[in-house]
């Protein structure tokens, strides 16, 4: 299955990108809730380094794709955070 890619032209985003998926495809892999929370902090980390972005312009459509994505993905490491508590 092919998977379609969203284009955002930014430099930051593309660096990070993979990394965001490799750690996205551990998580998937983990068996364990404490695993898994280990390596969703590691993605927080890169959330952070992109949420801090010093060229954000909020009337630039890649910066509000690229904030929407990553926002996204903080809502599934707050929820594998709270799993972990109630584990």
Do not use: W
Not at 29 to 51: G, P, T
């Amino acid at each position: 299955m092919h998977k379609k890619r969203t284009k955002i032209d930014c430099a930051r985003f593309q660096e990070r990108e993979p990394v965001i998926e490799e750690i996205i495809g551990k998580i998937n892999m983990a068996k364990a809730v404490s695993e898994k929370a280990r390596f969703a902090e590691e993605l927080q980390k890169v959330i952070d380094i992109l949420l801090s972005c010093p060229e954000y312009n909020g009337k630039s459509l890649d910066c509000k794709n690229c904030h929407f994505i990553i926002r996204l993905r903080e809502r599934v490491v707050n929820l594998i955070m709270k799993a972990k508590k109630l584990a």
